[in-house]
C-alpha cells in the first residue's frame, strides 16, 4: 500500500513535534501527541524520534507508518 502524504503549511520558523501532530489532526491533544511520540510511533526523516519538542521546518518529513500516512511541512 503507498503512503499518503498531507501537506502542512507553517507561517513559522519551525514547529515542535507534538504540536504538528495536533495541528494535522493526527492527535487530539497534546497529551495524545506526547505518548504517540514516546512510543515511537513516529519517523522524522527516516529515523524513529521520541523527542516530542522536536522542532520540524519546512522540507521536513514525518512519517507513521501505522496508518500509512506522511505529513511533508512547507512554508
Known amino acids: 500500500m503507498r503512503m499518503k502524504t498531507v501537506e502542512i503549511k507553517i507561517n513559522t520558523e519551525f514547529i515542535k513535534l507534538d504540536s504538528l ?3 494535522a489532526g493526527l492527535a487530539e491533544t ?11 510511533r513516529i519517523k522524522v526523516g527516516g529515523e524513529v524520534c521520541t523527542m516530542r519538542g522536536k ?19 512547507v512554508s
Do not use: H, S
Open 21 to 23: 501532530l495536533k495541528f
Open 55 to 73: 522542532k520540524i521546518r519546512p522540507g521536513d518529513k514525518v512519517q507513521i507508518d501505522e496508518i500509512d500516512t506522511q505529513i511533508l511541512v
Open 30 to 40: 497534546g497529551g495524545t501527541a506526547k505518548e504517540i511520540i514516546a512510543q515511537g
